[in-house]
């Protein structure tokens, strides 16, 4: 079965940081492009970042360019993403997802994970 | 950063047709996907590439992508079509993708 967890979410003041974890299974990890997508309370989903497959470059959201930094380690089958210098507005539900397409960046998702949470607060 | 408008909300009867539209200036030039997303679940891929079907969703999901505007249309519509819908925009171009506000369809 096609599986994608992620962990690593909690509550955490302005300006502090966090590091989400998306622990993967039952496909190739290294030959999808994977992303982070967010939403927070009320409002749509928000693409977050994104690194493609084979490691050929990482993609990120104005809103958290220069703050958050994605990467993968194909060994482990698990995606990352390094959040700093939080803000309230970065509050959200953040969830992993994958590429439908092997070996192709597509940013079309055919699996999510069931997301974990960010709480920005002081 | 590119702009991406979806109605708030559509609502139709059962049996009828829904239409679910994305606006964005050449979003014909784009690359469009979509998504339903119902409360307590995982979005769900239901148009990819704007107009193709990943395997598992009914024919009467389609999609359309000219000009201006892209479009989700679905026939027959079920109450089990009930969720928010959300386009997602991008192309090799650009430096990422952009979700639309997203739609809430509700079946009368």
């Known amino acids: 079965e096609v599986q994608l967890v992620e962990t690593g979410g909690g509550l955490v003041q302005p300006g502090g940081s966090l590091r989400l974890s998306c622990a993967a299974s039952g496909f190739t990890f290294s030959n999808y492009a994977m992303s982070w997508v967010r939403q927070a309370p009320g409002k749509g989903l928000e693409w977050v970042s994104g690194?493609?497959?084979?490691?050929?470059?990482?993609y990120y959201a104005d809103s958290v360019k220069g703050r958050f930094t994605i990467s993968r380690d194909n060994s482990k089958n698990t995606l990352y993403l390094q959040m700093n210098s939080l803000r309230p507005e970065d509050t959200a539900f953040y969830y992993c997802a994958k590429d439908f397409r092997v070996g192709a960046t597509t940013f079309a998702f055919d699996v999510w994970g069931q997301g974990t949470v960010v709480t920005v607060s002081s | 950063s590119y702009v991406v408008t979806q109605p708030p909300s559509v609502s139709v009867a059962p049996g009828e047709t829904a239409k679910i539209t994305c606006g964005g200036n050449?979003?014909?030039?784009?690359?469009v996907h979509w998504y339903q997303r119902k409360p307590g679940q995982a979005p769900l891929l239901v148009i990819y590439?704007?107009?193709d079907r990943p395997s598992g969703i009914p024919e009467r999901f389609s999609g359309s992508n000219s000009g201006n505007m892209a479009t989700l249309t679905i026939r027959r519509v079920e109450a089990g079509d009930e969720a928010d819908y959300y386009c997602?925009?991008?192309?090799?171009?650009?430096?990422?993708?952009?979700f639309g506000g997203g739609t809430k369809l509700t079946v009368l």
């Open positions: 050449k979003i014909g030039t784009k690359n």
């Open positions: 690194f493609s497959d084979f490691g050929r470059g990482s």
């Open positions: 590439y704007d107009a």
């Open positions: 997602q925009v991008w192309a090799t171009s650009d430096d990422h993708p952009v």
